[in-house]
């Protein structure tokens, strides 16, 4: 068994102001070891059982008390997603061809389903390492990058390994069908104090710009953030779509922040030969916070992969969020 980092006390403080803000489908296609590969480099897992209805289930005691991140696909086929809503961070970071992928992180909540899942990439390893020991619920990875996963220090939940837990949906087609049952990974959702990831949370800080909508582009994606003074809420779309979930809800971050960080090549690719960019989460640089209708130029520092990220004002002052959702855009600097 690992050992067990400690969790940072400061981080912790500040999370547990966070609140948060789920299901069709049916099993899985996705991107795992074993059988033919995918266009994104990664092999097709044997068939799991259809499940038409998600329910609550089993978990193991080594996952309660750290958080549940599962990597979402987020291509138009894949929309809408499920259990989107309830996730207390969305990370939305580029893969190959300049297309976007979602990783979203539950502490507070856990919907009944989410997905759908897809593979991991090199870069979800450096961002966990923040977390003590999460859950890794994806559907394969480069198979070069499989064992290097089993050895980082998290729990990997793939579904050959939980065939339980996962489920293909009927209303998209393979490979973008593959949900998740948190409730058999995760006993119970571990609180705000498994999210040491460095926010902090309270009034907003004086000055900024008013700002009433914002698109952070990628390649071949872009995210629309647009203010609603009604909800006091950023509404999402993604490629000029509103970005909903399966039930109907409109996905609305508190809190955006678009963080300019180093993209690189890494080491892997898909079976196209398209690298995989690798973005680089730990060092320094700038973002831009959307909070309150307005935006706020801020900096951020995260010196190691261990600790949290922490964001301040330019003149050095605790940049916090709203309360809230967090999505978390990270843009090439």
């Known amino acids: ?18 609140l948060t803000v789920a299901a069709t489908g049916s099993l899985m296609t996705g991107c795992a070891s074993g059988g033919g590969a995918h266009a994104d480099g990664n092999a097709r897992t044997p068939g799991l059982s259809r499940s038409p209805e998600p329910t609550p289930g089993r978990a193991s005691a080594d996952s309660v008390g750290s958080v549940l991140a599962v990597k979402i696909d987020n291509v138009g086929a894949a929309r809408p997603q499920t259990g989107l809503d309830a996730a207390d961070i969305v990370y939305a970071e580029q893969v190959e061809g300049g297309l976007s992928r979602l990783m979203a992180v539950y ?14 990439r090199e870069s979800d390893l450096e ?68 999210l040491t990831t460095g926010f902090r949370f309270g009034a907003a800080p004086a000055g900024g710009s008013p700002q009433t909508s914002r698109t952070v582009r990628f390649p071949a994606a872009r995210f629309t953030f647009s203010w609603s003074a009604s909800t006091h809420r950023w509404l999402v779309s993604t490629d000029g779509t509103p970005t909903v979930t399966t039930d109907g809800k409109r996905v609305s971050p508190a809190t955006v922040v678009v963080q300019y960080v180093k993209l690189r090549k890494s080491k892997y690719h898909d079976v196209l030969g398209n690298n995989t960019p690798f973005t680089q989460t730990v060092g320094s640089g700038t973002a831009k916070v959307l909070r309150d209708g307005r935006v706020f130029d801020a900096d951020w520092k995260r010196p190691a992969a261990t600790d949290g990220t922490r964001f301040t004002t330019n003149d050095g002052a605790p940049m916090n969020f709203a309360t809230g959702q967090v999505w978390v855009v990270f843009a090439a600097a």
Request: charged share 25%; hydrophobic share 40%; glycine share 6%.
């Open 127 to 194: 961002l966990l390492r923040q977390f003590d020991e999460p859950t890794l619920a994806f559907s394969g990875a480069q198979h070069k990058l499989l064992p290097v996963i089993d050895k980082a220090p998290l729990r990997p939940a793939p579904p050959e390994r939980n065939p339980d837990a996962y489920f293909r949906g009927t209303a998209k087609p393979a490979p973008h069908n593959l949900y998740v049952r948190p409730g058999r990974l995760l006993r119970s959702a571990p609180g705000a104090a498994a």
């Open 107 to 120: 502490a507070t909540k856990l919907p009944k389903a989410v997905g759908p899942v897809r593979s991991a």
């Open 1 to 18: 068994m690992r050992r067990k980092a400690p969790i940072r006390r400061g981080a912790v403080a500040t999370a547990a102001a966070l």
